[in-house]
């Protein structure tokens, strides 16, 4: 199996007879970096929230062996890492394959909710992911685990958390099924950090909706569910 994606070539090898992910960089991946560091910073300075992008040396100290075990210290799993260099990055494969094929596919809501629950946990101890894609969680069975760490940043703000909430909600924005996909993320969500979302979140959701959707009737008509009863006003 092989995977052809924006910063890195993803593909599924077997090694000591486990099967595996291989990440490896493209060479354009410190350019795309650049690229995602330069927006996240515009779009909190158009927010007027100026927030500090991670840097690209954090990136790739992000994916390595003590962010997972701080992680799992938080109660957020992640795929073994098998090892990493300055070029490449081997995991476990993890058979559920990503959130958003999941829910594509018919998966449960509650995958949603769980997602949701991680991501409450993580702002709770102070960081965020930043780059929060239903495609950047696994299915494991009934629960979801994380992956492509590069952006987790530590930070507390309102924007980092919104980077958050709004990216995966862009991230499902394209499914017919958003609106019950929203519901179960946010309950997940209050469930584990008690906060409902801030408005910030729906800007930053409706400005990555259109770079995210693959449908963009489907996003529009979705974008136009404003979802005020989730807003904490
Ligand atoms: N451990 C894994 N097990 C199974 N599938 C995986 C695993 N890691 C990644 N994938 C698949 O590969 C896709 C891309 O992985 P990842 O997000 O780590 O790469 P990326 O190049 O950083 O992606 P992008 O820049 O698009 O976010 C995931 O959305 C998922 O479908
Ligand atoms: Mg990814």
Redesign the pocket.
Known sequence: MY?V????E?S?QEWNGQKV?V?RNKPTKEF?EFLIIYTYSLISVLLANPSAPPTLSEIAKNEGREMRERLSKIGIST?ALISISDDSLV?????G??L??ALVLGGAASLAFEAGRLTGRLHKAGYAFV?N?A??Y?VRGDSVIR??L?FLQKSSSQYAKSMDIGSFLASVMDLGRYAEIERAFYEGYLSESGSKFNCLSLIVRNVLSAGFSSDSKVMLRNMLLYSISLLDI
């Open positions: 995977f994606n924006w910063q890195r993803i599924v992910v990440k795309h795929p995991e476990e494969y993890v058979e394959g990503d958003y094929r780059d894609k495609q950047n696994l992956t492509d590069g």
